[in-house]
Each structure stands twice: as structure tokens, then as C-alpha cells.
């Protein structure tokens, strides 16, 4: 069974630049996360959602960063413009329904200059 | 509101010796605990978790973790410990309210040398 697919899995811009990252959960997940991973700390959710409403997006900064997941299956997260101190891991994982256990991509690192 | 402390930023550890990675949570409700291990550059894997039912947990590579209650902890053990073990611990909480958000601690760097 293939696990979580996130691309790209790494990403160097200029600040002010758009960019983007794409997550396919595992299939039959009806539960999408987005996470920032600063270094040396754990994971914290941008969003998370149920099929393809978002059912918690009070961490998203909703001046620069949008997601979507219109099918409900596969999802983006832009930030756009980019500033320095976006430079981070941004982790995507999927989870049967919630409170399920999640399962977590590799990542995407982003390299905001 | 729910959080993670893990007590133990670096715990560095000789191959084949026991080890115990520290966690103790707060929270107002019923929790679902778990770890969570990350090799490097890789996501998070789990290890293990507690819903309910006995407080001695068992996963995978030979970690085993206990839930007490009384202390709100959940620390992480093994036995004797590996090479390969070497990577990033992050302990997390979930309860019922919020939805089940999951919060993580800050994370454990376990270092076994040889």
C-alpha cells in the first residue's frame, strides 16, 4: 500500500515568491493534515480536514497561506508572498477518520531566501 | 487545553542499554497518547499508542510505554537499545474536545553510540 506522496520534497525560493506543495493522502483517508515543523520542534497543524471540508484551520495565517482539497482526496498548501521565516519542514499526513492514528508523509523543506 | 512536555531534549545512550524517554501531558479530558519516532528526513512514524485498557503499552522495534494516570505521563522505554534507533522521539496528546486535534511535544534527539 502506498503511504502519503508529497512533493516537492525540497524547495528553495527568493522571499515575496509564491510557492506551492502537494499531498496525496493514503487511499480511503477521509482525514487531511497540514503541519509546520519548525526546527528541533515537533509538528503543529496548519489544518486539517474532513473530506474536503476544512474542519480546523485556526493555526493557518490566512494573510499568506491558503489549502485547498476540492475532490476530498488529494490537497495543496500555497503561501503566497513567502517570507523568511517560512523556512521550515511542512508535513502533510491522513488518518482513516479522526482520532485515528495518523500516517505522515516525508515532507517537503522549504528554503525561503 | 492540552499540552506535551517532554523532559529530555537529548538523550544520548551506549548501544545495548536501557533507555526512558520522558512525557507528561496536561489535559481536562480523556486522552489518546502516543509516540511518534523520525529518522532523518523522513515524516513521523508511529510507534505506539494509548486509547484505553491497560496502561502498559507495546509497539514496534521493542518500545514499550506505560500510561500513569496520577502523574500524567507516558514515558517511552526500551530495553536495550540500537544503532538504528537513533532519531527524533515526539510524544503527543489527543483528547475529545477541539475535535481531536493532536498536540506534539517538542520532541527527544535519542543518540545511541556505539
Known amino acids: 500500500e502506498a503511504g502519503v506522496v508529497q512533493s516537492p520534497r525540497y524547495k528553495i525560493i527568493e522571499k515575496k515568491q509564491p510557492v506551492a506543495f502537494w499531498c496525496n493522502p493514503i487511499s480511503g483517508h477521509n482525514t487531511l493534515y497540514w503541519y509546520l515543523q519548525n526546527l528541533g520542534q515537533g509538528p503543529e497543524l496548519l489544518i486539517r480536514?474532513?473530506?474536503?471540508?476544512?474542519?480546523?484551520d485556526s493555526q493557518l495565517p490566512k494573510d499568506r497561506f491558503s489549502a485547498e482539497r476540492l475532490k476530498g482526496v488529494d490537497s495543496t498548501l500555497k503561501i503566497q508572498p513567502a517570507e523568511l521565516g517560512d523556512s521550515a519542514v511542512y508535513l502533510c499526513?491522513?488518518?482513516?477518520?479522526?482520532?485515528?492514528?495518523?500516517?505522515f508523509g516525508p515532507g517537503t523543506r522549504l528554503l525561503v531566501l | 487545553a492540552q499540552s506535551v512536555t517532554q523532559l529530555d531534549s537529548q538523550v544520548p545512550v551506549f548501544e545495548e542499554a536501557p533507555v526512558e524517554l520522558r512525557c507528561n501531558y496536561s489535559?481536562?479530558?480523556?486522552?489518546?497518547l502516543f509516540w511518534y519516532v523520525q529518522y532523518p528526513n523522513q515524516g513521523l512514524q508511529l510507534l505506539l499508542k494509548?486509547?484505553?485498557?491497560?496502561?502498559l503499552v507495546k509497539g514496534i522495534n521493542g518500545f514499550e510505554a506505560e500510561f500513569n494516570k496520577s502523574q500524567t505521563s507516558f514515558h517511552l522505554r526500551k530495553p536495550s537499545v540500537h544503532i538504528s534507533d537513533t532519531a527524533e522521539y515526539f510524544c503527543?496528546?489527543?483528547?475529545?474536545?477541539?475535535?481531536?486535534?493532536?498536540?506534539f511535544g517538542a520532541g527527544t534527539r535519542l543518540f545511541v553510540k556505539a
Open positions: 489535559s481536562s479530558v480523556s486522552v489518546y
Open positions: 494509548y486509547l484505553s485498557g491497560s496502561t
Open positions: 499526513a491522513s488518518s482513516p477518520g479522526m482520532g485515528e492514528t495518523q500516517y
Open positions: 480536514y474532513e473530506n474536503e471540508e476544512a474542519v480546523d
Open positions: 503527543a496528546v489527543s483528547g475529545n474536545t477541539g475535535g481531536f486535534k493532536t498536540i
